[in-house]
C-alpha cells in the first residue's frame, strides 16, 4: 500500500519568491494535515483539509495557504518567503478527524537564502 | 504556550532492556494520544496510539499508558533493541479536529 507521496523532497528559494508543495495522501484517506517542523519550534499544525475544505488552522500568518482537490491531494503554498520560512514541511493523512491515527510523509526540506 | 512536554531530551538504554518515554499534557480536552517514531531525512512513523477512554494500549513490543488524573502517559518498549533508536514524539488531539499538538521529542539510543 503506498504511503503519502510528497513532492518536492528539496526545495530552495530566496526571499520574496513563492512557493507550493505538493501532498497525494495515502488511497481512501480524506483528511490531509500540514505541519511545519523547525529546530526551534519543533512540530508546529498549520492547516487540516477534509472534503475539500479547511477544517482547522494553525497560528500562521495569511502568507500559508492551502487548498485540497476532489481526489483529496493537497498543496500548500507559502508566499513572500521569508528566511525563517526554512524548515520541513510535512504532509500527513487519515481516514477521517476521528480518533484515527495520522500517517506521514516524508517532507519537503525547504531553504530560503 | 506548549501544551504537550517531553522534558527528556534523550535517553540511552542497553539492548534487550526497557526503555520507558514520559510525555505531559496540560490541556484536559485532549482525548487522542499517539506516539511516533522519526529517523533523520524522514518524516514521523506511527507507532501506537491511545483514546482517554483507555489506560493502557500494547502492541508487540510497544505499550502506552496513559494517566488522565495526572495528565501523563508513558511509552514503553520492551525489549529494546539497536534500531529502535530513534526521535520518539508524543502527540495529542482532540479527537473531533485533524490538529495534533507535539511534544518537543526524545532521542532514544539503545547500546548494543
Known amino acids: 500500500k503506498a504511503g503519502v507521496t510528497q513532492t518536492p523532497r528539496y526545495l530552495i528559494k530566496t526571499r520574496g519568491q513563492q512557493v507550493t508543495l505538493s501532498c497525494s495522501p495515502i488511497?481512501?484517506?480524506?483528511?490531509v494535515s500540514w505541519y511545519q517542523q523547525t529546530p526551534g519550534q519543533g512540530l508546529q499544525f498549520l492547516f487540516e483539509y477534509f472534503s475539500e475544505t479547511q477544517r482547522n488552522k494553525g497560528n500562521f500568518p495569511g502568507r500559508f495557504s492551502g487548498r485540497q482537490f476532489s481526489n483529496s491531494r493537497s498543496e500548500m503554498n507559502v508566499s513572500t518567503l521569508e528566511l525563517g520560512d526554512s524548515a520541513l514541511y510535512l504532509c500527513?493523512?487519515?481516514?477521517?478527524?476521528?480518533?484515527?491515527?495520522?500517517?506521514f510523509g516524508d517532507g519537503t526540506r525547504l531553504s530560503i537564502l | 504556550d506548549q501544551q504537550v512536554k517531553q522534558n527528556s531530551p534523550s535517553l540511552s538504554v542497553q539492548e534487550g532492556r526497557i526503555s520507558i518515554l514520559n510525555c505531559d499534557y496540560t490541556n484536559s480536552m485532549f482525548d487522542y494520544f499517539l506516539w511516533y517514531k522519526k529517523y533523520p531525512a524522514e518524516g514521523p512513523t506511527f507507532l501506537i496510539s491511545i483514546s482517554s477512554i483507555k489506560d493502557k494500549n500494547e502492541d508487540g513490543r510497544f505499550t502506552v499508558f496513559l494517566n488522565k488524573s495526572a495528565k501523563h502517559l508513558s511509552l514503553h518498549i520492551v525489549p529494546s533493541q539497536p534500531g529502535d533508536s530513534a526521535v520518539y514524539f508524543c502527540?495529542?488531539?482532540?479527537?473531533?479536529?485533524?490538529?495534533?499538538?507535539f511534544g518537543q521529542g526524545t532521542t532514544l539510543q539503545v547500546k548494543p
Open positions: 488511497s481512501g484517506h480524506r483528511s
Open positions: 500527513a493523512s487519515s481516514l477521517d478527524r476521528g480518533d484515527q491515527p495520522q500517517h
Open positions: 502527540a495529542a488531539s482532540r479527537s473531533n479536529t485533524g490538529k495534533l499538538i
